[in-house]
């Protein structure tokens, strides 16, 4: 994990289109399409997170045009997982390509599940939900019947990024051994480019 003036050092798990594209074209983006090629059944359910997710990054990084769909990348090298196959891309990104984000808060949004502002707000939450009868978040979101508490939840979304501003600065000044509320760095890249490998 490191920096250089303005880029950040990421890694990011690829799998060899990924690879190619990137040696041969020189640049790599993702789509839509990829999502339901890799999820399949359950690509609905990561659409609904990845387009969340979407709409508040790209009030961050634009994105090009019509690649809508990210990929992911890791402050750490231990925070990479590779049981899906691939091999690790080292990445030199300049920092404005990227938007910054715990980890943890982004497999929230994936489970379906709220972001809460604290401890607290989150177990008043899950208390809301049992007092209801819901054992799920994910039954707010994939069911017609709880339209306040799904807006409650997709509204809470926007919490993804409520640190991007601190973990820029810390990785651009070689600080990043603690930041408060952020427990894994996570970064989304709208495209990957060559002259970014290391």
Excluded: C
Excluded at 35 to 54: H, P, R, T, V
Excluded at 76 to 83: F, G, R
Aim: proline content about 4%; charged content about 30%; aromatic content about 14%.
């Amino acid at each position: 994990m490191g920096a250089e003036r303005d880029s950040v050092i990421l890694y990011s798990p690829q799998a060899e289109p990924v690879w190619d594209a990137v040696l041969n074209e020189g640049t790599a983006y993702s789509r839509r399409e990829y999502i339901y090629k890799k999820y399949e059944e359950s690509a609905g359910i990561f659409l609904a997170a990845y387009d969340a997710y979407i709409r508040e990054a790209e009030k961050l990084v634009s994105r090009p045009e019509p690649w809508t769909y990210p990929y992911w990348a890791f402050a750490s090298m231990q925070q990479v997982d590779l049981s899906g196959g691939g091999r690790v891309m080292k990445l030199s990104v300049p920092v404005d390509q990227a938007v910054f984000f715990d980890a943890y808060d982004w497999y929230k949004v994936l489970r379906l599940s709220y972001i809460g502002d604290n401890d607290a707000d989150e177990a008043s939450f899950s208390q809301e939900l049992q007092r209801r009868g819901i054992r799920d978040t994910s039954e707010v979101i994939l069911k017609p019947f709880y339209p306040d508490l799904k807006r409650k939840v997709t509204d809470s979304w926007k919490k993804i990024f409520r640190h991007d501003d601190t973990i820029r600065k810390a990785l651009i000044n070689g600080e990043v051994q603690e930041i408060d509320g952020v427990r894994a760095i996570q970064a989304g890249l709208w495209q990957i480019k060559k002259e970014w490998l290391i």
